[in-house]
């Protein structure tokens, strides 16, 4: 599931879930179940909100630096990017952090 849904983003409302559900042979009433409650919801939005206020908005990113109780100190990549763009940010931030 993990591969199918990534492999299409724009198929992630219901009808595509659910295809990509039924194409894998999953226990598509079950898992419509599980899509449809909100077991999870509050989980997902709190990771929306701490996302919203860090400006990411996208998949993947990285946080290159440290967390400090609510303070964030460093840099967000997003997206696939090659060592070398991880190398030089670490480099940057770690010339900066005490």
Sequence with gaps: MHDAL???PPKL????????AESLALDVDTFRSCL????HKPDIESDMQAAGALEINGTPSFLIGRITG???EGSI???SQRLS???AKIKEIGATLP
Excluded: C, M, R, T
């Excluded at 409302?13 to 990509?20: A, E, M, R, V």
């Excluded at 449809?36 to 077991?39: C, D, S, T």
């Design 6 to 8: 990534f492999s299409e």
């Design 85 to 87: 763009a991880f190398d």
């Design 36 to 39: 449809a409650g909100e077991k």
């Design 77 to 79: 990549i997003v997206g």
């Design 13 to 20: 409302d219901q009808i595509g879930l659910g295809g990509y």
């Design 70 to 72: 609510e303070e964030v």
